[in-house]
């Protein structure tokens, strides 16, 4: 399994970015789709999971409405939108999945996600 994450880059507060990861190796309609983050010296935290039912979403409270996930199963990659972004934002954003089924829930720590992207580097300047 390849979970391979793009987008990140250096911008200033306020502006737009949207990253993306393209999986391979694993049936991707099968999974739960997250990114997590983690900033200097902080711990991995949940930015947003997308269910495999795309109608089911989850997001950290810091995140609401200025972050959004999004799927496309036939192009087997995941999309985090992310607009108004603050300096606290700033980290290493990461891109996960795990095997679900229909009725799982959607899952929120770390160790719950089987398979992990190296990451993409996200700085935002004040």
């Known amino acids: 399994v390849q979970l391979q994450a793009s987008g990140g880059g250096l911008v200033q507060a306020g502006d737009s970015l949207r990253l993306s990861c393209e999986a391979s190796?694993?049936?991707?309609?099968?999974?739960?789709m997250a990114w997590f983050r983690q900033g200097p010296g902080k711990e991995r935290e949940l930015v947003a999971a997308v269910h495999r039912r795309a109608d089911i979403t989850l997001y950290a409270d810091s995140v609401k409405g200025r972050f959004a996930i999004s799927r496309d199963n036939a192009k087997k990659t995941a999309f985090l939108q992310m607009n108004s972004l603050k300096p606290e934002d700033t980290a290493v954003y990461y891109c996960t999945a795990r095997d679900a089924i229909l009725t799982s829930p959607i899952y929120s720590t770390p160790g719950d996600y089987s398979f992990w992207g190296r990451g993409t580097q996200v700085t935002v300047s004040s």
């Open positions: 190796g694993l049936t991707f309609s099968r999974v739960v």
